[in-house]
């Protein structure tokens, strides 16, 4: 029976360890969490579908609410367009810990062990060959480990450099958001129950506010880091655009970093795989990549079944990873693009858009369909043409024009991906992709 370590507890890591037991293998989940602590105060949208072809099951109906409509924003307010949720096929709102109870007793019903409270330090290697993990409880070895570890992976950090799989950052590569759960003041009946606006107050970023019927959903996200104190000031001012929400904290009340760039351009090396935001998984632009990641889950765990050689090298799990950019990868990672542009606008150039009528705004009584991500990838060149022609900023027209020629060498070049793994080939690969987003 192969062991496998699944090192850090993510969303996509539990559900593959769930179905790798299933199959028969010896799977512990190791997380530097309590399980009480799994999962912080937040509010999560994925497409429950996801969970069907892992065996999950759908959550109970009082754990989950039906995403509703979201009110896209410019910086002032004055025009928005509507992303409709779908009736018959809608996201899933849920609390992020009752997430982690639906696959964490998933998981041990199929036999997966959890051990709780281990801090990781460091990936054990044999050679260049990930052999285990080193955490701060003692070494632990396996035949593959699964890193889960998040975006600061310190697994992904301590493999040799000879592998090619990036380990370090970029700026812009993370989104620093605050989260928290206010009363609701205003009980009159709420237009706009899920407003979003970009480069609110100026800063380059987000923030929405969801109006519940007893409570209000708060978020400030930010390209840069900051402090409490600035999301204290950011508060009071969408507090006095928005009557609904009160001052009193219910909840929550959080700093989050996420993940918002490409897929890691090497997902795999001999006896270690990553998965979810270790492996950058969330959509740039769009959010969460909870739906990502169990879509990588059960692909992941199917090839791991599938391993007839029993040797879980890189040779083999290079399925994993270009299945993953055939179904999802290709998809999101022109969103990394799209980020750049945006954030190098300014407020006023982003109320531009709104105001053009582009993305059909509140004049025009726009109602744009609920579109997956396939489809908003689709639309991505003919928005950024006709976005690029309504400026006559020289510097910004050239920034979207030097965007729509990646997105199309983008498309081709991971359609490009090598077939086989050869580690000369693949780091080629991953050095051009890498460059794209330079």
Known sequence: MAKIIVAGGGHGAIACAAV??????????YEQHKREDMGYDWTDIFDGRTLKPLGIPYPEKDKYTVKSDVIFCGPSE????????????????????????????????????????????????????????????????????????????????TLPDCLGIQKNLKENDLFYVYRAFYNRKA?????????????S?????????TTEDDYTDVLIGRFKPFNKKEANEALAQI???????????????????IPIRQTLAIMVADGYAAIGDSAFMTTPLIGSGIANALKAAKILADVIIADETKTYSAETLWKYQRKYYQ?????????????????????EQIDYVFDSGILEAKSKAAKIPHAKAAELSANALEILVRVRNLFSDKQLKKLIGNTITKIAKLSLLISSMPKEYSRNEVQKWAQKYNRMFD
């Not at 009159?188 to 129950?193: A, F, K």
Request: hydrophobic share 40%; aromatic share 10%.
């Open 20 to 29: 790798l037991a299933e199959n028969g293998f010896d799977v512990t989940v």
């Open 239 to 257: 507090r006095a655009m928005n009557e609904a929400l009160g001052a009193k904290k219910l909840r929550g009340g959080s700093f989050a970093t």
């Open 78 to 157: 004055n025009n928005y367009f509507v992303q409709r949720s779908p009736k018959n096929q809608p996201e899933i709102r849920m609390e992020r810990k009752d997430i982690y109870n639906l696959l964490i007793d998933f998981a041990v019903s199929k036999g997966v062990k959890f051990e709780f409270e281990h801090n990781i330090k460091s990936a054990l290697l044999a050679g260049d060959r990930v052999t285990g993990i080193k955490t701060d409880k003692g070494e632990y070895y396996a035949d593959l480990v699964l890193d889960g570890c998040g975006c600061q992976s310190v697994i992904r950090k």
């Open 201 to 209: 107050n100026g800063h380059h970023g987000i923030s929405w506010v």
């Open 327 to 347: 179904s999802v990868g290709m998809i999101i990672t022109p969103f990394a693009l799209l980020k750049n542009v945006v954030t190098s606008m300014t407020p």
């Open 187 to 199: 009980k009159d009946t709420v237009e706009n129950r899920f407003k979003l606006t970009l480069f």
